[in-house]
């Protein structure tokens, strides 16, 4: 019993050591969208990560056209996006209710580190964060502790 828990304990240290923490908010940079320092939400309850965006439509086949944000968000620049539809997902939302979502790949910046991320297109306009960051982005060696905030956004502003 004592070696499995000694072998579980150098494990996980492991683990730690090379997964960087993220904590329960942060900021990303979006460069394709030209995008800088969106406010984003960890949620490990969340399968993929989701963008707000408003009049999302595919508009040929293969491509969906969408709004960044919305006119409420300081960063919104009224440009309609055309960007290939890379799958499209059944998603559950948080009221139970399933609904198809165009789901599209962009780079993430985050902790100066890039990251293909896939995002849901969804109208977050009543959410808080127009960016929810979900399992799939975390699984590239993040560890989450819930008790940080802005860990990225912090060391971004320390250079």
């Known amino acids: ?26 900021r990303v940079d979006l460069p394709l969208l030209k995008l800088k320092n969106l406010r984003a939400k960890v949620d490990t309850g969340a399968k993929t990560s989701s963008l707000h965006c408003m009049l999302i439509k595919q508009i040929e086949d293969g491509k969906v056209e969408f709004d960044v944000l919305d006119k409420s968000h300081k960063k919104y620049k009224d440009q309609k996006y055309i960007m290939p539809i890379k799958r499209i997902a059944k998603v559950r939302s948080s009221n139970g209710i399933v609904e198809k979502r165009y ?18 297109l969804r109208d977050r306009k009543k959410m808080s964060y127009p960016i ?11 560890i989450v502790d819930v008790r940080k905030k802005n860990l990225s956004f912090i060391q971004k502003n320390k250079k």
């Open 132 to 142: 929810l960051l979900g399992r799939e982005f975390l699984e590239k060696d993040f």
């Open 1 to 26: 019993m004592f070696k499995f828990i000694f072998f579980l304990f150098i494990s996980i240290q492991f683990l730690i050591a090379n997964s960087t923490v993220i904590g329960k908010y942060d």
């Open 103 to 120: 789901v599209i790949s962009t780079e993430v910046i985050i902790f100066n580190k890039s990251y293909e991320v896939e995002f849901t």
